[in-house]
């Protein structure tokens, strides 16, 4: 005889659809027997994404005699295409 209610929820994703046939009412009365509320959401249709095309850069430093005088290292990693970056020269004594 208690007065129930439930509500409606939203899902990111997730659109809601109705209410399944075999489902309480959203609001009622409790009863001796056990009721189940089923509201019933459909998943979102995949709209197109622009994808981001990403890249990336790395500097090494080597001698003219291919000598490593500073180890590879990135400069941008996973970056989007057509952003800018930036090295800089370096002096090695």
Known sequence: GTEYGT???????????????????????????????IYVYEKNSETPTTEVKKGSVDVTYVAEDGKVLEPTKYVVKDGEVESKYETKEKSFG
Do not use: L, R
């Open 7 to 37: 509500t409606q929820k939203t899902f990111d994703g997730y659109h809601f659809v109705k209410m399944d046939v075999k489902s309480a009412p959203a609001t009622g009365v409790v009863t001796a027997k056990d009721q189940h509320v």
